[in-house]
């Protein structure tokens, strides 16, 4: 028989866990650190729990992002639409004509427009997606500064209330220094984060459509011979992009309550950043959904560390990209040190040889 | 009668811009055979099947299906009425699992049972005996491997027609046999398969009947047992064909002033090969025999710096040199013709000029560029010379055939006026009227006196142009055999031995 | 003859660029049909033209950059304008130190060093790139983020004031030279990258590392080499971009100076007819990228669009460009167009072609 147990030892870690595991890894260093830093904040609950509550929105643009990356491809417009999207329900709740729910209806909208746009134009029409995420953004951009250019503050009832309804967690959170305890409190948004954190993950680990953007993102010619719809794989993932850039935009409108032009601006810049942080490479095929929020907690604690330490305003964003920067490098010698052991551990031949001995 | 015919296809054209890479083609396969597609590169074989398939649309001409009118408008459409089909070029997911890659793109669930999947692919690669495992990432498998996991995928379709483009070209003996044992297997379950190779011995051994295509048209169908081989040579070429055997080698020479070209002590590589000794004298052409794998091309790649070298020391012209880059290598003189013509070789948009000239321009440096006068002037000469058929120096090299873009390639290096020029598989996938050309040129060079290391999978070819033979095994050198009467027999014996 | 045809068809990626800028141009002049009258003020011109090429100076010399950068790395650079913030932060502050009157030496070391900077900036990036593998885009978006700080750090105050009389004049216009100097500048710039075209191997090695590193590599090219030096080329640019917005504007706004330059850049870039995917590059069309987007900027002005809404004309543009110059849609066109020729041409006697035709369309 042939010794098909030594095959089986090269089963190695594939890329996309191995960096998932890094990122995971160095999102429990940098908060440990941060613990052992500054305990005041840190060590308590509601410090981490008000990550979410104040940058759900942003955790959100980086799943829709996520699925475009890993497809291989790159949406540029998502914080531009996000912003619109603030805008536009802010108006609408305001001018009294809509609620709530024609609200949401019109953010999920204007993603929806904005994802069709983008995945037609990319998938069917086979241009740039820089280029036409880059239009897509001018597009959100400019309607986002027509519709209104001032702040606006929904008053709405309703609205006030969602934006004003927290949980509580009742069995967690801090005693503070008069002695009350104060319980943690957590925000819609969040629940909005973790329920599409889930749904997404389940996409694309379980989902045809979820395998084949890894397929497509991995070697586009192959996945169209392997039978896969690589049109119809793409397009998809820059609809559901937009459609969660909509979600986004009302998600960020329920936390902060107001509509403004500078709303979910960088958010793209952001949301690359926490991707590739979360292991997920812009090639394309590689990285872990779960990577995304990974990536967007390890990026939002680094700023609260710089703001804890009390970094000059101007410093912080330095310091934010400097320890961008070790994190890229300390992503690509891993993987090169990988790639550079490959060559020696994989002898494929040889184990043949092997087999015609015995 | 008539039902016995599983799939039909009469006129068919298709034009690429500038092309015309079938005219009016006709082509039936039966249930139940094995039916050879035979004609040279650019013949026309690769398009016909892509038709097929589904991966390029025909501009004109009908295709039946069991009778039926079909068209293909992209390869799902083609898997899904029974066609399956392993090309070439692996296309499978670098970055997927072993058993996705078996199952993505099937089937109509939406949601994937990983599972049952991976308990499934476990199974089918057992029983086809691929040392693989399933959740393996199909980037870490060989290329064999990947190769044999292709076929696997294209059998387990349960297809009416199975297409096999190559599948031999990175197999060993074995993994043949036991893909041709497979075929047979599926033969007699009723599926037509259509099966394109370079390899004239496995055509006969494996095939019904023969199909030959010759620069976009067809040539005629045959009974295999009906068409000697001389003749389906002659046919794909479209003439006699005498010159194969009128190759003759020189006897190895042994140079009087004794100074090797090139000269290796204790020579190794990041690429894994074992420490190597090796010397090559001016005139002479040698090569490195072994099974793929055996470390034949990590040893070339060794001496030309392309994988990084870790050890062992070099004289060129008896003189010590430091070759730490092939732009090193290169200015001692040495030229490296790569294995992998689309990966390493071609810079496919570039004009077949640019390709020309790529290597000379390098030597030169980046501050003295040739003028376009003279690279248009080097560029048409080495066309003439070497026969390469292109539209114009400007067309870009990945609109040739792979004959002659392997043939660009040899310029490039040919227009350098290297003292020591290596070949790795410079014949592989191209078809036989320009392998003998190239056979013969080796041999025309040597005699001017420049020194060649000639690689080849076809061993055959190997005893015919070199003088001398560097056999390996499990990626170190085994033993060595020199003489004109050498027979295929002798390098397997050694091979096997392992040297004794 | 067949020559000629040669050259004509290596001119057809700037179809699409200039039939864009001929189609601005009508625009303008149905608009109004003083178009093109150039007015002198103090001896020099000035008109839509002019003021076109003035306005566009920068985005020009970063296309140029851009163009490199893209064709060998297959990314692009989104740190240009925060670079060229951060070199001409560095000129500001050695002219503004140099002390005494300010002398045209010291505004040219002070380019100089600015230049450096920028090739230091462009090593930083370039090394990420390069050596550690890193995408572009990913290893340029640290100076994005970071890059505008380290401006201001070296301003150490908001916007420094460059008084001085040839910082104006370099902004503005040299007495006696009847051609904004921005422009003249542009022009000498873009000669300096077409001398180091023609006289170094820099585009054929630049185009096979973007088609293919791997032979690149066994073909003596040092793919890692060249990528960084388009990086390192990509800084000079930045620089000298950075150096013309400083002396235009006549203060060095660290927040504002080259704003999502990169984005119009990248458009220049692509507009040019050339592949965001790296490879055969044409840096004519990024040029003519350039002043298209430049003179479609100024057209909406002109047109009197409400400014707020001037970047979704620009969006709208964009996407209508690029679905004409898609290649689908090209493909499809040509084969409508065959078809309507076909029928015309053989009637409906010959009329199996056209079906067989027709079954090919999706």
Known sequence: MRPLGTTKTQTRMSNSTLLFIIAGIIFVLMYGFALISYPGSFMQFQTFFDLFNFNAALFIVTLGLCVVMIGGGIDISVGAVCGLVTMACAMLLESGTGGIWSALLLALGIGLAFGLMHGFLIAYLEIQPFIITLAGMFLAQGLLTTLHREPLNVTQPAFVALRNFTIEIPWLGTVNRRGIFIPCEIKPGVLVVVVLVILYAVLMKWSRFGRSVYAVGGDRESARMLGINVKKTIFLSYVICGLTAGISGFVFLMTTGAGNIGNGSLFEMKAIAANVMGGILLNGGVGNLLGAPIGTMTLLTINELIRAAGVQSNLQAIVSGLLLYLFIVLQSIIIALRTSKRFTLALPSWLKFQRTHD | ?500 | MPRLKTRVSNLSHLFLPLSVLVILIIVNLVKGADYFKITVVNGAFYGNIPNMLFGASELVILSIGMTLVTAASRGQDISIGESGAISSAIFVQYVLRAGGDVTLWTILVGFLISCLAGIVIGAFNGTLVSFFNVQPMVATLILFLGGRSIAFIIDGKVSPILANEISNRIGTVIPGIPIQTPIILTAVFIVIVAVVLKTTNLRLYVETVGINPNAARLNGINPKKIIFLTFLIMGVCSAVAGFIAVNKAGRHDSVNLLKFIMMDAILAVALGGNSLGGGKFSITGSIIGAYTIEMLNRTLLRLEVNPEAIKVFKAVFIIVLMIVASPVVREYAKKVLDKVQGLIASGPSHHTSGLSQGERGE
């Open chain 2, 1 to 500: 009668m008539k039902s016995d015919v599983i799939l039909k296809m009469e006129g068919i054209c298709k034009s690429f811009p500038g092309v015309r890479a079938l005219h009016n083609v006709d082509f039936t396969l039966k249930k139940g055979e094995i039916h050879a597609l035979m004609g040279e590169n650019g013949a026309g074989k690769s398009t016909l099947i892509k038709i097929i398939t589904g991966v390029y649309q025909k501009d004109a001409g009908q295709i039946y299906l069991e009778g039926k009118p079909v068209h293909f408008r992209s390869p799902q459409d083609a898997q899904n009425m029974g066609i399956g089909a392993v090309f070439q070029e692996i296309a499978l997911c670098p970055n997927l699992t072993v058993a996705e890659n078996i199952f993505i793109g099937r089937g109509r669930d939406n949601f994937v049972n990983w599972k049952k999947m991976n308990a499934k692919a476990a199974e089918m690669l057992d029983s086809l005996g691929i040392p693989a495992s399933p959740t393996q990432e199909l980037a870490s498998c060989s290329i064999a491997v990947q190769q044999m996991i292709a076929i696997a995928r294209a059998v387990d379709m349960d297809c009416k027609i199975l297409i096999l483009d190559e599948p031999t070209s990175s197999l060993d003996e074995d993994e043949v046999q036991k893909l041709f044992g497979l075929m047979r297997q599926l033969k007699d379950r009723g599926v037509g398969i259509i099966f394109i190779t370079h390899f004239i011995d496995q055509v006969y051994e494996i095939s019904d009947r023969i199909t030959v295509l010759r620069n976009g048209e067809l040539v005629g169908e045959y009974q295999a047992s009906a068409l000697p081989q001389i003749e389906l040579i002659a046919k794909m070429m479209g003439k006699a064909l005498s010159d194969v055997s009128a190759i003759k080698k020189q006897a190895a020479r042994k140079s009087d002033d004794s100074v090797p070209v090139f000269e290796a002590r204790g020579l190794t590589s990041a690429a894994g090969v074992r420490p190597f000794d090796f010397t090559i004298e001016k005139g002479e052409v040698n090569g490195f025999a072994g099974l793929l794998g055996s470390g034949r091309s990590e040893s070339v790649r060794a001496i030309f710096a392309a994988d990084k070298v870790t050890g062992g020391e070099v004289k060129v012209n008896g003189k010590r040199v430091k070759i730490r880059s092939p732009l090193d290598a290169m200015r001692q003189g040495i030229g490296y013709l790569p294995e992998d013509r689309k990966g390493d070789g071609i810079i496919e948009e570039l004009s077949v000029r640019d390709n020309i000239i790529l290597a000379l321009q390098v030597l030169k440096g980046f501050f003295r560029p040739l003028s376009r006068k003279q690279a248009e002037e080097l560029a048409e000469e080495f066309i003439e010379k070497l026969d390469i058929k292109a539209p114009s120096t400007n067309t870009p090299i990945k609109s040739l055939s792979g004959g002659n873009q392997q043939k660009v390639i040899l310029a490039r290096w040919l227009i350098t006026q290297p003292t020591y020029l290596i070949l790795d598989e410079p014949t592989r996938g191209i078809d036989v009227g320009t392998k003998v050309e190239i056979q013969k040129l080796v041999l025309k060079l040597a005699e001017a006196g420049m020194s060649l290391t000639f690689i080849s999978s076809e061993i055959d070819e190997m005893l015919r142009v070199c003088s001398r033979l560097i056999v390996m095994k499990d990626r170190e050198i085994v033993g060595e055999l020199t003489g004109t009467d050498l027979t295929e027999q002798d390098v397997m014996h050694m091979i096997a031995q392992g040297g004794k």
